[in-house]
């Protein structure tokens, strides 16, 4: 069984920078892909940017290209999403997701970690 946990939110003001991490643990062979969403109060959760463990691919939703980047670290076990350029719109609390393989829905995922929160004021 896979296990997330996410650290590293909080409050910055726009332009600002945030770090976030997501610490992975367990079954190997069904945590290939790991993947940031993020969700806002009333709306379903977006993705965000994905790190596939094979070939190291990643890719990055239209709204974050340029300015976030997602990277391994810590020999894979944990998966950080670098955010620069911070804008109100980008406030969410942000989650990441794991798989054997990569999904651009929420749907595709079963397994979570906790969330956390990113408030960015103008």
């Known amino acids: 069984q896979v296990q997330l946990m996410e650290s590293g939110g909080g409050s910055v003001q726009a332009g600002g920078s945030l770090t976030l991490s997501c610490e992975v643990s367990?079954?190997?062979?069904?945590?290939?892909?790991v993947t940031w969403f993020r969700q806002t109060p009333g709306k379903e959760r977006e993705w965000v940017a994905r790190?596939?463990?094979?070939?190291?691919?990643?890719a990055y939703a239209d709204s974050v290209k340029g300015r976030f980047t997602i990277s391994p670290a810590n020999g894979q076990n944990t998966v950080n999403l670098q955010m620069n350029n911070l804008k109100p719109e980008d406030s969410a609390v942000y989650y990441c997701?794991?798989?054997?393989?990569?999904?651009?829905?929420?749907?595709?995922?079963?397994?979570w970690g906790q969330g956390t929160q990113v408030t960015v004021s103008s």
């Open positions: 367990g079954d190997s062979n069904s945590r290939d892909c």
């Open positions: 790190f596939f463990r094979i070939g190291s691919a990643t």
């Open positions: 997701a794991a798989d054997r393989y990569c999904w651009d829905t929420p749907k595709g995922f079963k397994i």
